[in-house]
T-cell receptor, first 114, second 113 residues
Framework: NAGVMQNPRHLVRRRGQEARLRCSPM?????VYWYRQLPEEGLKFMVY????????ESGMPKERFSAEFPKEGPSILRIQQVVRGDSAAYFC????????????FGDGTRLSIL | KNQVEQSPQSLIILEGKNCTLQ??????????LRWYKQDTGRGPVSLTI?????NTKSNGRYTATLDADTKQSSLHITASQLSDSASYIC????????????FGTGTRLKVLA
């Protein structure tokens, strides 16, 4: 019973390139959450998705960032025209439902912008 | 403003000792409070989830308490082990339409032999 899988674990991009981060939730989980963690800081909520729907994207920058969770395949967090300030660890979590359900986290993608 | 504050920022203890980590929150409307353990380079792992009506919950050597009146929670670790060295994160869930999760910045615990 595999946990939440994120890939790649490490991603290096030059300024102006695009970054695509993938998250495969646990089997049976239809809720996916993306978080960003800067060094020495806590996790910050970015976006909450259910299959094919964005439920809450209030934590995601309006420009350059987008997320999707298609009917088939992993959830994708996409960052266009990356800048140095996008360097961070991006974590994905999944749960079978909302409310009092535990969230299961992946081990993150560490994005470095040169 | 919804906030979660944890103390201390960091803590060093000797193996076998007990310790208590604190979490204060100003969150409304409150739904639940969670404690996570995050090892370096890994994602957080859930330790406990407590709702408004729960005062205490245990998970092995970890015991979390919740005082909803004072909006405080604590995580007590008994008989610490070297593997307890990690960051411990308090997360409070806000229920307003959809659920929002407010994360504390964590307490970095180092257990020494």
């Amino acid at each position: 019973n595999a946990g939440v899988m994120q890939n790649p674990r490490h991603l290096v991009r030059r300024r102006g390139q695009e970054a695509r981060l993938r998250c495969s939730p646990m089997k049976g989980h239809s809720h996916v959450y993306w978080y960003r963690q800067l060094p020495e800081e806590g996790l910050k909520f970015m976006v909450y998705l259910q299959k094919e729907n964005i439920i809450d994207e209030s934590g995601m920058p309006k420009e350059r960032f987008s997320a999707e969770f298609p009917k088939e395949g992993p959830s994708i967090l996409r960052i266009q025209q990356v800048v140095r300030g996008d360097s961070a660890a991006y974590f994905c979590a999944s749960s079978p439902g909302d409310g009092n359900q535990p969230q299961h986290f992946g081990d993150g993608t560490r994005l470095s912008i040169l | 403003k919804n906030q979660v504050e944890q103390s201390p920022q960091s803590l060093i203890i000797l193996e076998g000792k007990n310790c208590t980590l604190q979490c204060n929150y100003t969150v409304s409307p409150f739904s639940n409070l969670r404690w996570y353990k995050q090892d370096t380079g890994r994602g957080p792992v859930s330790l406990t989830i407590m709702t408004f009506s729960e005062n205490t919950k245990s998970n092995g050597r970890y015991t979390a308490t919740l005082d909803a009146d004072t909006k405080q929670s604590s995580l007590h670790i008994t008989a610490s082990q070297l593997s307890d060295s990690a960051s411990y994160i308090c997360v409070v869930s806000v229920s307003s339409g959809t659920y929002k999760y407010i994360f504390g910045t964590g307490t970095r615990l180092k257990v020494l032999a």
